[in-house]
């Protein structure tokens, strides 16, 4: 085993310790008790109304044993974190494990096994977004519209930054559908609130010339030459029949 992984002989190496100081306490407590059994000594301790009187070994004895209950409520907390930490390390590590195989079997095209995959992981992975997004892909390939627009949803309920790419790809697959004027409305909400990217403009124009909307698409020529996203030449294929009509 290696440094990283940790000692396999650190909690003997622990135990060891504590009894090491537990035997040293008791063997100091007995030197001490021996030292003063003829003069014990008288300790008062008075806090508000209360008066505690005891003699000195006893009141040593009493701070030894709360030392060692305090240490061992320390101890007992520290292994419950550390319990805790690795509990989510382990589901974080099946979360990763599942993204791959849900990416994998999209690839293949298991897509209900892709959508499941996906979605388990989903509360987990390093971005749950980018799961639902992905198991909305896999959804739409199956027909589930429903199950479809659940995945976008969750994507933009636990990351509301990426709205954008969820409306993208939901545009995506309406296009795929032939719903290219369902399609170009998604876009053009998601414009309104001005948060349309590159791959949304780039969508529209296309949408806006496949449905013979010449003036729409002129007035995105601007934006789309200052894409700095998209090639000159794709922008120029989008804009052709436009320059012709001029």
Same mark, same amino acid.
């Given at each position: 085993?290696?440094?990283?992984?940790?000692?396999?002989?650190?909690?003997?190496?622990?135990?060891?310790?504590?009894?090491?100081?537990?035997?040293s306490?008791?063997?100091?407590?007995?030197?001490?008790?021996?030292?003063? !059994?003829?003069?014990?000594?008288?300790?008062?301790?008075?806090?508000?109304?209360?008066?505690?009187?005891?003699?000195?070994?006893?009141?040593?004895?009493?701070?030894?044993? !709360?030392?060692? @209950?305090?240490?061992?409520?320390?101890?007992?907390?520290?292994?419950?974190?550390?319990?805790?930490?690795?509990?989510?390390e382990?589901?974080?590590?099946?979360?990763?494990?599942?993204?791959?195989?849900?990416l994998?079997?999209?690839?293949?095209?298991?897509?209900?096994?892709?959508?499941?995959? !996906?979605?388990?992981?989903?509360?987990?992975?390093?971005?749950?977004?980018?799961?639902?997004?992905?198991?909305?892909?896999?959804?739409?390939?199956?027909?589930?519209?429903?199950?479809?627009?659940?995945?976008?949803?969750?994507?933009?309920?636990?990351?509301?930054?990426?709205?954008?790419?969820? @409306?993208?790809?939901?545009?995506?697959?309406?296009?795929?559908?032939?719903?290219?004027?369902?399609?170009?409305?998604?876009?053009?909400?998601?414009?309104?609130?001005?948060?349309?990217?590159?791959?949304?403009l780039? @969508?529209?124009?296309?949408?806006?010339?496949?449905?013979?909307?010449?003036?729409?698409?002129?007035? !995105?020529?601007?934006?789309?030459?200052?894409?700095?996203?998209?090639?000159?030449?794709?922008v120029?294929?989008?804009?052709?029949?436009?320059?012709?009509?001029?």
């Open positions: 085993p290696t440094a990283a992984a940790g000692h396999p002989c650190e909690p003997a190496r622990e135990a060891m310790k504590d009894s090491v100081l537990t035997a306490a008791l063997v100091g407590g007995g030197l001490l008790a021996h030292i003063v !059994l003829d003069d014990p000594g008288y300790v008062a301790i008075s806090v508000g109304s209360s008066l505690l009187e005891t003699t000195i070994p006893v009141l040593l004895l009493l701070l030894t044993g !709360l030392y060692f @209950l305090v240490r061992a409520i320390v101890e007992s907390l520290t292994a419950r974190r550390r319990l805790a930490t690795l509990r989510l382990r589901r974080k590590r099946r979360a990763r494990d599942d993204t791959q195989r849900g994998l079997d999209l690839a293949a095209g298991r897509w209900r096994s892709a959508e499941d995959l !996906l979605t388990r992981a989903a509360p987990e992975a390093d971005s749950s977004a980018a799961n639902y997004l992905v198991a909305a892909r896999a959804a739409d390939l199956q027909d589930a519209v429903e199950r479809r627009d659940e995945w976008l949803a969750r994507a933009q309920e636990v990351a509301p930054a990426e709205r954008a790419a969820a @409306l993208v790809t939901l545009a995506e697959m309406q296009m795929r559908r032939g719903q290219d004027t369902a399609a170009l409305q998604t876009l053009e909400q998601l414009d309104a609130s001005g948060d349309l990217n590159s791959r949304g780039e @969508l529209m124009a296309r949408l806006c010339q496949k449905l013979g909307r010449s003036e729409q698409l002129r007035s !995105l020529g601007p934006r789309l030459r200052s894409a700095k996203e998209l090639p000159e030449t794709q120029n294929e989008i804009l052709a029949q436009v320059q012709l009509e001029e």
